[in-house]
T-cell receptor, first 112, second 115 residues
Framework: KQEVTQIPAALSVPEGENLVLNCSFT??????LQWFRQDPGKGLTSLLL?????REQTSGRLNASLDKSSGRSTLYIAASQPGDSATYLC???????????FGQGTTLQVKP | SAVISQKPSRDICQRGTSLTIQCQVD?????MFWYRQQPGQSLTLIAT?????????ESGFVIDKFPISRPNLTFSTLTVSNMSPEDSSIYLC????????????FGEGSWLTVV
């Protein structure tokens, strides 16, 4: 059974700092991995999608990496801003079931 | 991309009543899903909404409690029946426009509080 774990559960950093969020998954049989952002009481916004054959994806100040063999992904946020404060969720699409399986999320607070 | 509208965005419901959540997509999509996010938790898949046939429910979720309709390729509803305080959650509709290899899009969610 696929399990997705995110560490840390919460993170607080001063503005301007670079930071890394971690995601691990137990089964390497995945189609892709996605990072989402969720603001309090809101839905999810997809940030980056990495296909299983890819190693990384970049969008602006965000860079996500994927190491499928070791079951790990990281989301790197450069020069963090208070507007980056949100919960970040990692999810994998299982190639066995086709279903999206989510981690518990990392709640990020960027202090001005 | 996909624009997904959910209604209601927020509601306070009485114990024992039922509420239907609507999900409207701006284009035809193959796959539509309903998720639940309980307070402080991550998302859990309730069911896959199948166009023209009964929804496919995940373990722990049953049709009597969460009836789902999908009359066409752009619209679906989820009903939360006979609500109890444990049903207080955000309910999210999501779509996959092109199958398992593509980006999943989510609606804004419907935040239900049962009192």
């Amino acid at each position: 059974k696929q399990e997705v774990t995110q560490i840390p559960a919460a993170l607080s950093v001063p503005e301007g700092e670079n930071l890394v969020l971690n995601c691990s998954f137990t089964d390497s049989a995945i189609y892709n991995l996605q990072w989402f952002r969720q603001d309090p009481g809101k839905g999810l916004t997809s940030l980056l999608l990495i296909q299983s054959s890819q190693r990384e994806q970049t969008s602006g100040r965000l860079n996500a990496s994927l190491d499928k063999s070791s079951g790990r992904s990281t989301l790197y946020i450069a020069a963090s801003q208070p507007g980056d404060s949100a919960t970040y969720l990692c999810a994998v699409t299982s190639s066995n079931t086709g279903k999206l399986i989510f981690g518990q999320g990392t709640t990020l607070q960027v202090k001005p | 991309s996909a624009v997904i509208s959910q209604k209601p965005s927020r509601d306070i419901c009485q114990r024992g009543t039922s509420l239907t959540i609507q999900c409207q997509v701006d284009s035809q999509v193959t796959m539509m899903f309903w998720y639940r996010q309980q307070p402080g938790q991550s998302l859990t898949l309730i069911a896959t909404a199948n166009q023209g046939s009964e929804a496919t429910y995940e373990s722990g979720f049953v049709i009597d409690k969460f009836p789902i309709s999908r009359p066409n390729l752009t619209f679906s509803t989820l009903t939360v029946s006979n609500m109890s305080p444990e049903d207080s959650s955000i309910y999210l509709c999501s779509v996959d426009k092109g199958g398992a290899g593509n980006t999943i899009y989510f609606g804004e969610g419907s935040w239900l509080t049962v009192v």
